[in-house]
């Protein structure tokens, strides 16, 4: 898109996205949140947080019952998401969503994203994904990641556990900034 004579977009706020439980919000599987202080403190100021959370938003409730990664070979990238007690499979509903909620964010201008670790939706790396022997290999990526790395192919996206390394948080930030300025030329 062309930048309209003045129209100064470099003041524009700096937009993240963001897995809701990171921010505090009670919105994990037991009704409780992952809030990190030190992401927030670090990058708070600086951005303005873009929040979602597939469970919550492709409709299953808080509490809820807990939802896993199990290995499926006839499956796209090989794993289906299901309810750990009762089995129901929520495969198709998430990748549904998740393909609809990526091209919405699209409209928000993201220059970053920042995931839940170990999340069967938004774990980028080393998810557990079950076997039906009932062990597990920490080799999956979670639905909804997937799909956002898929259509935001460039856009810089990491792990909230790896933003602890501080060499690591500083090139995110830096890729952030880099790609924001790339987004508006």
Known sequence: TMITPGKDTTHLPVRI???SCLLGEEVRFDGGHKRDSSLLQTLGSMV??????PEVEVGLGTPREAIRLIRDRRELNGVRLVTRQTGIDLTRRMREY???RV????????????????SPTCGMEQVKVWDHRGTNEPNGRGIFAAELLR???????????????????ENFIDRVFMYQQLRQL
């Open 17 to 19: 996205g963001v897995s």
């Open 48 to 53: 303005e947080w873009v929040s979602v959370c």
């Open 98 to 100: 998740a393909r609809r």
């Open 103 to 118: 091209r919405e964010l699209t409209k928000e201008r993201l220059s970053g994203y920042i995931l839940k670790k170990d």
């Open 151 to 169: 259509q935001f192919p460039t856009m810089p996206v990491e792990e909230e556990g790896r933003l602890r390394d501080p060499r690591i948080r």
